[in-house]
């Protein structure tokens, strides 16, 4: 069953219940690591929803995100919307004992009052790296009270990501990459330094195509046209379908290496970007997707 929470009118009241409350314990819940009761956990985020699976804590949770969809029986859970337009009524109408989120929930609004509410909220960090990973793992750990388990799938995945990265080391030719995160109007939003689609383009040894902004930006047809990427990447299941046939019949990117090989790589979003348990084998795809045999194990 999936349950999506909306704000609606008639939740006024309840909402100004919640903002009643907001200076009770906003000192209390600054800088919080460690939930002091994890019976009722609301998880933000399909990365932290991940983690909480694979350190075997799954059992606390009593509520997720929209972005949540893996494994397969996180989809069980509540669903309290999209993590970055949650509303306090949809996240606090599950009665969490505690609200573990990814940085970047929103919109800053609903995280203001959810963090002063009266329920323990912790942001987890996003960082798109190796070790930004790590980190998340080690936060998500501390914050249920099983740091030796997330010491433990830190040490496993560090191990992973290392072996993923050294799978083409040896490539002397790196592709370069143009990760288009939507082509909305006509318009290629492409994604520059500081995204999570630079920082899976960097670990699988390739190279971002787009340089000189970070974020996700709107490119001009000769900035595309000077990128000159040799593959476009896009991701399935995360935002409006981009198609093939769409992207191709682009004038700026049929110029380039990618539009004339017609080279194009989709790959799941949540997979692909979600910097988590699975990276390294999301790594490992897009290598291979990249360079066939020249990937080695």
Same mark, same amino acid.
């Given at each position: 069953?999936?349950?999506?929470?909306?704000?609606?009118?008639?939740?006024?009241?309840?909402l100004?219940?919640?903002?009643?409350f907001?200076?009770?314990?906003?000192?209390?819940?600054?800088? *919080?690591?460690?939930?002091?009761?994890?019976?009722?956990?609301?998880?933000?985020?399909?990365?932290?929803?991940?983690?909480?699976? *694979?350190?075997?804590?799954?059992?606390?949770?009593?509520?997720?995100?929209?972005?949540?969809?893996?494994?397969?029986?996180?989809?069980?859970?509540?669903?309290?919307?999209?993590?970055?337009?949650?509303?306090?009524?949809?996240?606090?109408?599950?009665?969490?004992?505690?609200?573990?989120?990814?940085?970047?929930?929103?919109?800053?609004?609903?995280?203001?009052?959810?963090?002063?509410?009266?329920?323990?909220?912790?942001?987890?960090?996003?960082?798109?790296?190796?070790?930004?990973?790590?980190?998340?793992?080690?936060?998500?750990?501390?914050?249920?009270?099983?740091?030796?388990?997330?010491?433990?799938?830190? *040490?496993?995945?560090?191990?992973?990501?290392?072996?993923?990265?050294?799978?083409?080391?040896?490539?002397?030719?790196?592709?370069?990459?143009?990760?288009?995160?939507?082509t909305?109007?006509?318009?290629?939003?492409?994604?520059?330094?500081?995204?999570?689609?630079?920082?899976?383009?960097?670990?699988?040894?390739?190279?971002?195509?787009?340089?000189?902004f970070?974020?996700?930006?709107?490119?001009?047809?000769?900035?595309?046209?000077?990128?000159?990427?040799?593959?476009?990447?896009?991701?399935?299941?995360?935002?409006?379908?981009?198609?093939?046939?769409?992207?191709?019949?682009?004038?700026?990117?049929?110029s380039?290496?990618?539009?004339?090989?017609?080279?194009?790589?989709?790959?799941?979003?949540?997979?692909?970007?979600?910097?988590?348990?699975?990276?390294?084998?999301?790594?490992?795809?897009?290598?291979?997707?990249?360079?066939?045999n020249?990937?080695?194990?």
């Amino acid at each position: 069953m999936r349950v999506v929470f909306s704000f609606r009118p008639a939740l006024a009241p309840t909402l100004g219940v919640l903002l009643a409350f907001a200076t009770l314990s906003a000192k209390a819940n600054e800088g *919080a690591a460690v939930f002091s009761d994890t019976s009722r956990i609301a998880s933000i985020g399909g990365s932290i929803t991940e983690i909480v699976y *694979a350190l075997g804590e799954e059992g606390h949770l009593v509520a997720r995100d929209s972005t949540s969809s893996f494994p397969q029986s996180a989809l069980k859970l509540p669903d309290v919307g999209y993590m970055r337009a949650l509303s306090p009524e949809g996240v606090l109408s599950v009665n969490p004992t505690g609200i573990l989120a990814l940085h970047g929930s929103g919109p800053k609004e609903t995280v203001d009052v959810l963090k002063k509410s009266r329920v323990p909220f912790i942001e987890v960090p996003d960082h798109y790296s190796h070790e930004g990973i790590l980190e998340k793992i080690r936060v998500v750990g501390k914050a249920l009270g099983v740091d030796a388990k997330a010491e433990k799938l830190a *040490a496993e995945m560090d191990a992973r990501l290392m072996a993923a990265e050294k799978q083409t080391a040896s490539i002397k030719e790196r592709k370069r990459i143009l990760f288009v995160l939507s082509t909305q109007g006509g318009k290629i939003l492409a994604a520059g330094s500081d995204t999570a689609g630079d920082g899976i383009i960097k670990l699988t040894g390739a190279v971002n195509a787009v340089e000189g902004f970070s974020g996700y930006k709107q490119m001009s047809d000769e900035a595309i046209v000077t990128a000159r990427p040799d593959v476009i990447l896009t991701m399935r299941n995360a935002g409006p379908p981009i198609s093939e046939d769409e992207l191709f019949a682009n004038p700026s990117i049929a110029s380039t290496p990618a539009g004339t090989a017609r080279k194009a790589i989709s790959m799941d979003g949540g997979y692909l970007l979600g910097f988590g348990p699975r990276t390294a084998e999301a790594i490992h795809d897009l290598a291979v997707a990249l360079y066939g045999n020249q990937v080695t194990d």
